[in-house]
């Protein structure tokens, strides 16, 4: 699938669903946000009312799916139950497991990683973190469970939680526009 898209579906987490849009726009990323619903309005854990740039039916007429690369991302922020919604839609699913497996990469925060992205194949060896508590289900997978803030083990970048945010959106800028890139947006933050 080519292009960046961050997935939205209700119960959503703030911060790590904007946060993490707002450092691709700072990067120069092209970012598209999708609901996986029929309507763009989405209704996030805290009860914020957004609307994403497409619906789901909208994505599936318009996303290209031949000549993915490693630069083109499926992003999956958490919340609860936003992860569980995201996952619960097999379509979704089954587009990510495509995707992943023609080279190109995802990124998952809080939840998403254990909720979302242990449907991918061939995750075993992989080195990821997630939300406090939600690892069994990685380990399970064969997964390398670790307690950094962000982990990165090839096309896949992984977040603990909200207060990783900003530097999970940064590794994703990294990896599509280069170091150089997400150090620049990361100083124009004053971090």
Do not use: W
């Amino acid at each position: 699938m080519k292009g960046v898209y961050v997935f939205f579906a209700d119960g959503f987490e703030e911060t790590e669903a904007l946060t993490t849009v707002d450092m691709l726009i700072r990067g120069g990323v092209d970012v598209k946000t999708v609901s996986v619903h029929d309507s763009n309005s989405v209704m996030s854990a805290h009860r914020i009312h957004i609307m994403t740039e497409l619906d789901f039916n909208e994505f599936l007429d318009t996303v290209q799916l031949e000549g993915t690369t490693d630069k083109d991302f499926m992003v999956f922020p958490g919340g609860i139950p936003g992860a569980t919604n995201l996952a619960d839609n097999k379509m979704l699913m089954d587009l990510m497991v495509k995707h992943y497996l023609e080279g190109g990469s995802v990124a998952a925060i809080c939840a998403s990683p254990s909720v979302v992205l242990s449907h991918l194949p061939g995750i075993e060896g992989k080195a990821m973190t997630c939300y406090d508590g939600f690892e069994p289900a990685l380990i399970e997978k064969g997964v390398k469970y670790s307690k950094d803030g962000v982990v990165t083990d090839g096309r896949i970048i992984t977040g603990r939680g909200a207060g990783h945010t900003v530097a999970f959106g940064l590794a994703i800028v990294s990896s599509i526009m280069g170091q150089a890139t997400a150090d620049t947006v990361a100083k124009s933050i004053m971090l």
